[in-house]
């Protein structure tokens, strides 16, 4: 049996891998051989898992062996495709089930966000190497625990998913910006202008049936209907089972407190984390944080923000997340017509501003306009086969896979999310005033007011929903001050019996 500390022993054994997976944990520190083959479990792949998938098989030193999803329709599709390939694989349903398969060596992550760090912590704690998608947490408290994980672990290799770690351009990139060419940086800007339109409002919610499935269709974006077989408790761990809100089983719970976390949650953490990136990776989260926004447009049973902005206070140069889901104008949901950013172009991005320039994703200009360099940005094609590359190697080939910085991301969009979670509807001079002194950030809201009114949306009757200049202790890392009872409140979420975080030590 595997040495645990005495003081960890009942907590683990009373975790989701526990009794049923004690007795099969592997060695923590197996080393994979160079010229041995990974064995690997993909779990969740109706969405990016998928991707997953087809970026594995073009690998060398890697062999899928197993597969788990809860939903046996989406199961089926990818088992029939591998098997086309000539590729069998085990099928699970619950992830702690796989987890503790001694057969595999390492797991990947593209499930729901709320069940991220719950299923990266069980693959931990059964000796796994763990690729893990962003939001690597669904808030800070867990996923300080996934931090820990890792360093308590560091002969298994924990990796996030945010791509643009791996890519060479990037970090071509972030050296210019470091070498001072065009001055000390001022404001740090990540942007999202993606269109989110409605997710519709059901007549009443859909329960699961007496076997604990909910099975049916569901509206799809594409068009056809959706056609869901899920085993409801493993679909809603670590959260007990509540009756489905929403017309689209999958991808639209992203807009859903309770599993989600918005856009600033979704595609946000990939722009917050170029963000910090660019002020040379803080290593403390910001002491203060502001955002607001509304959801504006329509009534439906989506909860989160579709247009945002954020406000991190680092020192010395701050942070912005513009995060806007509405259309140019005129309420007009075609495909491309969302705004861009200034004449960049840039709808999903970031831009960092200089003393004498600034670089906007691919491309660095001086203060007059005149393009200074480019940069071959990719996103990070080869992120997954760095991952079994520093399986192989026994530590990570590159310390920008150091899982710290997703994390670091994600608690980004956690801490403005609790900001305007808590926050009121004000008027637009009120936000003013909580701008005043911030030419950079008045000028975006302007913008970002105009783009409202250009969808007929009148925010001095739809009001903004301001929340309050938040204090963060970075060390301790919860709230300080006024409002700081009812942020740290919204940190503290739910583990149901049998899906309770495992100890890793």
């Keep these: 049996m595997q040495n645990i500390p005495h003081s960890n022993r009942r907590q683990f054994l009373g975790s989701a891998i526990g009794a049923a997976g004690l007795a099969a944990l592997p ?93 990266a912590l069980t693959g931990m704690a059964n000796g796994k190497h763990v690729y893990v998608e962003k939001p690597v947490c669904h808030n800070p408290i867990e996923g300080r625990k996934l931090i820990e994980a890792g360093l308590a672990r560091p002969n298994q290799i924990l990796q996030h998913g945010m791509q643009r770690r791996s890519d060479l351009g990037w970090a071509a990139a972030m050296e210019f910006v470091k070498s001072g060419q065009i001055g000390k940086t001022t404001l740090s800007r990540a942007l999202n202008y993606k269109m989110r339109p409605t997710i519709g409002k059901v007549a009443s919610p859909v329960q699961p049936d007496a076997n604990g499935r909910i099975k049916g269709e569901f509206r799809d974006t594409g068009g056809k209907p959706q056609l869901v077989d899920v085993d409801y408790k493993l679909w809603s761990a670590p959260r007990s089972p509540q009756p489905v809100q929403r017309e689209q089983f999958h991808y639209d719970w992203h807009w859903q407190w309770r599993y989600g976390n918005g856009d600033i949650g979704n595609q946000g953490p990939h ?39 954020a406000f991190y206070n680092y020192e010395p140069a701050p942070l912005l ?121 008045l000028e975006t809201f302007a913008d970002f007011v105009d783009n409202l009114t250009k969808n007929t949306i009148d925010t001095n009757v739809d009001k903004i929903t301001a929340g309050p200049w938040l204090t963060f202790d970075p060390h301790t890392e919860k709230f300080t001050g006024e409002f700081a009872a009812e942020a740290n409140k919204l940190m503290e979420e739910e583990y149901a019996p049998g899906f309770e975080l495992p100890v890793v030590a």
């Design 27 to 119: 060695s923590w520190s197996n080393a994979i051989g160079a010229n041995e083959d990974v064995r690997i479990a993909v779990i969740g792949f109706n969405g990016r898992g998928a991707g997953h998938i087809d970026n594995l098989l073009k690998l060398k030193g890697v062999r899928i062996v197993a597969l788990c999803d809860v939903d046996q329709n989406v199961m089926d599709k990818h088992v029939a495709s591998l098997k086309k390939k000539n590729i069998e694989v085990k099928q699970y349903k619950d992830f702690r089930e796989c987890c503790a398969d001694k057969d595999i060596d390492a797991i990947t992550i593209a499930t729901p966000n709320f069940s991220h760090t719950l299923i």
């Design 321 to 441: 997340m513009d995060n806007r889901g509405m259309p140019r104008d005129s309420l007009k949901w075609t495909k491309g017509y969302e705004p861009v950013y200034k004449s960049t172009g840039i709808r999903i991005g970031n831009v960092i501003e200089c003393e004498g320039g600034y670089v906007a994703e691919t491309k660095a200009y001086d203060s007059a306009g005149k393009l200074m360099q480019k940069f071959e940005i990719l996103d990070g094609p080869d992120h997954m086969k760095n991952f079994i590359a520093s399986i192989h190697a026994g530590k990570r080939v590159n310390e920008n896979l150091d899982v710290v910085h997703g994390y670091h991301a994600a608690c980004l969009a956690h801490l403005a999310n609790y900001s305007y979670r808590v926050g009121k509807q004000v008027s637009n001079d009120e936000v003013k005033e909580r701008l005043s002194g911030n030419k950079e950030g």
């Design 271 to 309: 722009q917050l984390d170029v963000g910090r990136w660019a002020l040379g990776n803080p290593s403390l989260l910001p002491k203060r944080v502001m955002s607001f926004g509304g959801r504006w447009g329509y009534k439906d049973d989506g909860e989160t923000v579709n247009n945002q902005l």
